[in-house]
């Protein structure tokens, strides 16, 4: 029997990349462990956007899974604000593990800290350590965040960076496109390459293979308007550029919502409009009446490294998809999905090329559904954690 802690800060049914992977991995864990075994989740009520609420148990039993959710105080997502509710996570955690023995800390972590917090635990717990690592934190504050924060936050989170993977026994990285940070900087360190996926319900979902040919036509965008996806540099000018013919769906929430909007007001544009993020089955409607969907990252180095999970669901739905992205984002795109244009960040005279050398029909992704669906993805990211178990 094999006790799993599993640290999480999003977690089903909270909307994000982080929430839909996590609930994913520990689904394939349950399969994979020995009879017997047991898993405690530790993770928070759902606040990935303060305008979204689902609220759900504190503490969920099922069979052999325990979720504990701690309820995070009010908060909008700064940086403040972020570290404040973090301690309170971590406190929780350590909460649920007094006392207790684990024989694996496992922590899916984006922003780092997470990974630092299971680091702590698996130290304190004298027990083997597996990261997933989602991003490169200190690289992506480096270029996003002013100097007056990045003076004293990059020596800070690098040290802490180096506080996690060394003690980690396996670390995965979501992108081969942190090989090139991580693999030098940590040389006795065993990595792993397991991306992000299709969910099933994406997979599964009956997507309509004849499309309209009229116009205007609907281009949607749904997830964070924080700094990372610099929405607010690329959809008023671009929407302004495209006219009347295109028409944008912007649905989530994030730091740079309030000015995306302030500038789509200024342009006084009528063809852009800025919804509040929905849950799966409402994603899922929009996606069906879209015509082309939309992705973006902000025009800052770090972000060349990385490779969106929104790259995944898009992908599945068949329709043509407009990317602005560079680096090994841009690379992945275009080699392995039919029928999807990638422009440089923050440029709309490219972006406005590019959506016309779109093919407004379905595209039959099929191959490329089937190597990157999620199930497949995390039961052999659950095989890797099982193997490292045995060693």
């Not at 065993?190 to 997507?207: K, Q, R």
């Amino acid at each position: 029997m094999i006790k799993v802690l599993f640290l999480t800060y999003y977690f089903e049914p909270d909307l994000s990349a982080g929430s839909f992977r996590a609930s994913a991995l520990v689904k394939s864990l349950i399969e994979k462990l020995p009879t017997g075994s047991e898993i405690d989740v530790v993770t928070t009520q759902p606040n990935r956007y303060h305008s979204f609420e689902s609220k759900s148990e504190s503490c969920e039993q099922r069979d052999n899974l325990t979720i504990h959710r701690v309820q995070l105080p009010a908060h909008k997502n700064g940086f403040v604000d972020q570290a404040l509710t973090f301690r309170h996570y971590a406190q929780f955690a350590r909460r649920i593990a007094k006392g207790k023995s684990y024989d694996i800390v496992v922590g899916t972590s984006s922003r780092l800290m997470t990974a630092v917090l299971a680091s702590y635990m698996a130290r304190k717990l004298n027990t083997k350590l597996y990261l997933d690592i989602r991003d490169i934190f200190v690289d992506t504050i480096s270029d996003v965040f002013p100097r007056y924060i990045t003076s004293w936050a990059v020596p800070v989170f690098g040290l802490l960076e180096k506080y996690a993977v060394r003690r980690a026994n396996h670390v995965n990285l979501v992108s081969e496109g942190f090989r090139q940070y991580f693999e030098p900087k940590y040389p006795n360190t065993n990595f792993s390459y397991f991306t992000n996926g299709i969910d099933d319900v994406f997979v599964n979902h009956s997507w309509a293979t004849v499309t309209r040919t009229d116009f205007p036509k609907t281009i949607v965008y749904a997830g964070n308007m924080g700094d990372g996806q610099g929405l607010h540099f690329i959809i008023p000018e671009l929407a302004q550029r495209l006219g009347p013919d295109f028409r944008f769906r912007l649905i989530g929430d994030g730091g740079k919502k309030g000015v995306l909007l302030q500038k789509v007001r200024a342009l006084k544009l009528t063809n852009v409009e800025v919804l509040p993020p929905v849950k799966r089955d409402a994603l899922l409607s929009e996606y069906v009446k879209a015509d082309i969907l939309f992705l973006h990252l902000n025009d800052v180095p770090a972000f060349e490294k990385v490779l969106p999970s929104k790259v995944f669901e898009y992908a599945a739905t068949g329709k043509p998809i407009l990317a602005g992205v560079s680096g090994y984002a841009s690379e992945f795109i275009s080699n392995y999905i039919e029928n999807a244009m990638v422009f440089k960040p923050c440029d709309y005279q490219m972006g406005t090329e590019a959506i016309k050398r779109l093919e407004y029909q379905y595209t039959d992704r099929g191959e490329f559904i089937s190597s990157y669906a999620r199930s497949k993805i995390c039961d052999e990211l659950a095989h890797n954690i099982c193997r490292m178990l045995e060693k």
